[in-house]
């Protein structure tokens, strides 16, 4: 039986903890859907955040990545386990607010594995933009 892993993010300033995320997520399975955040719901839970890339880039970006087969936008990720067809949810360690919380006992109550994988010592979006930043 096929079994289809699912992740959600953001993934404005990819870097090589996401392409880890997406491979480690992919070898729990056969199949990687990965949805992206739709820009309009950042801007509207975190106003102060400053996107790089548009959500169409962050789409192309990640289906650009040879472990995704499938990606996705999404506006609230305790409503995108509901409409997506999965059998593996995979998060990381610091996905832990309400909407995740929410996400991830929906996934227990319909029979849904839930796998935390870590993170990728050394690498952040927040420290590439802080790098960024202070080379400007």
């Not at 289906?63 to 936008?73: A, C, F, G, L, P």
């Not at 690498?123 to 802080?130: E, F, G, N, T, V």
Request: with cysteine; proline share 2%; glycine share 6%.
């Amino acid at each position: 039986m096929m079994k289809t892993v699912f992740t959600v993010g953001v993934f404005d300033l990819l870097h090589v903890g996401h392409i880890l995320l997406f491979k480690h997520a992919k070898e729990l399975g056969d199949r990687l859907v990965v949805a992206v955040q739709n820009d309009d719901v950042i801007l509207k839970y975190k106003p102060e955040a400053e996107m790089v890339n548009t959500t169409e880039e962050r789409l192309f970006m990640v289906k650009s990545i040879r472990y995704v087969d499938q990606v996705v936008t999404y506006d609230d990720v305790d409503e995108i386990v509901k409409k997506i067809d999965f059998d593996i949810f995979a998060v990381g360690p610091d996905q832990c607010h309400e909407g995740f919380q929410k996400a991830i006992r929906w996934c227990e109550e319909h029979g849904k594995e839930v796998v935390t994988i870590p993170r990728t010592e050394g690498i952040s979006s927040s420290m590439l933009r802080r790098f960024v930043a202070i080379e400007q």
